[in-house]
């Protein structure tokens, strides 16, 4: 009889990440029906973009990401929206300058629609060159690029609900710009208006109730996250684990969980912060038992 793991605790969610290539995966929901078409994109181009966003956001292969995006622009050179993406994941800045001209010269190319994604997706690569090189934004840029995303997200998905990894990113602008509360609010105005749109929005519900302290909302959620990605051993699994592991100050755990997930995927660019977070604490903790005075006996 096979024991269901008990979600209280923080070394079942690991176990349960290191077991997933044992596990049955979960039917996925109705096929999407309002895409956009990104300008009417090849369809094998097109089709390697999604599965980017599918690898990033829910499996946290951030290599296999970039993969398939330079396929997809192999396939289709005027991708514009795709460059913009590649643009934000490479870590060669010399690539990122060339992407950013190219995108820059061929943004008029792209419909109205499209420009509510690649609008934001340019600020933040300006964001990206000026932390690189050391130059200063003018004031309010940060501010005035959430607010961009937040409202161009919003109108984008109006228009097309089943864009799953769009809906993502606008909870992500709306966690940044409000906090995980409004998030998750969020999150709830979603599926009152569709329940499908709750159903495909990888770790962050689980990392927005680790952030507000309900952890056993966090790891329910976890598990059922971990449970859809069905057989395999995915960064993604450990990162989550990892996230609510080091909120809840179990930070060994918390390493153990995030060095496999670096181990899966070096790329994974989030894994990589939370990893220095996680030292961090560690090292904090040690500096701390090192300094405190033992008690007079």
């Not at 029906?33 to 097109?46: C, F, I, P, R």
């Not at 599926?191 to 495909?200: E, I, L, S, T, W």
Request: glycine share 6%.
């Amino acid at each position: 009889m096979t024991r269901i793991p008990n979600w209280g605790s923080l070394r079942s969610l690991r176990v349960l990440a290191l077991s997933a290539l044992i596990m049955s995966s979960v039917s996925p929901a109705a096929a999407n029906t309002s895409l956009y078409s990104y300008g009417g994109v090849n369809d094998e181009a097109l089709a390697l973009y999604r599965q980017g966003w599918s690898e990033i956001l829910e499996r946290g292969r951030w290599a296999e990401a970039e993969r398939l995006y330079r396929a997809a622009l192999v396939l289709a050179p005027d991708f514009v929206i795709a460059k913009s993406v590649l643009a934000r994941m490479t870590d060669d800045a010399a690539e990122r300058e060339a992407l950013v001209h190219e995108i820059n010269r061929s943004r008029g190319r792209v419909d109205v629609r499209g420009q509510l994604i690649l609008d934001p997706y340019a600020m933040t690569l300006t964001l990206i060159t000026a932390r690189e090189s050391g130059a200063t934004l003018r004031a309010g840029f940060r501010e005035d690029l959430t607010n961009l995303a937040i409202a161009n997200y919003q109108k984008f998905i109006e228009h097309y609900p089943d864009e799953w990894a769009v809906r993502i990113e606008y909870l992500e602008w709306i966690h940044a710009k409000q906090g995980p509360g409004e998030a998750l609010r969020a999150i709830e105005a979603m599926k009152a208006a569709n329940p499908a749109h709750g159903a495909r929005l990888s770790y962050f519900p689980a990392s927005f109730y680790a952030e507000i302290g309900d952890f056993a909302k966090a790891t329910e959620e976890a598990e059922r996250f971990i449970r859809q990605l069905g057989p395999g051993d995915w960064p993604q699994a450990h990162y989550i684990g990892a996230f609510i592991a080091h909120l809840q100050g179990d930070y060994r755990l918390a390493s153990e969980s995030i060095n496999d997930a670096l181990r899966l995927d070096p790329q994974h660019i989030i894994a990589q912060r939370l990893k220095v977070e996680i030292e961090k604490a560690l090292n904090d903790r040690s500096l701390q038992v090192e300094t405190e005075e033992p008690e007079d006996s």
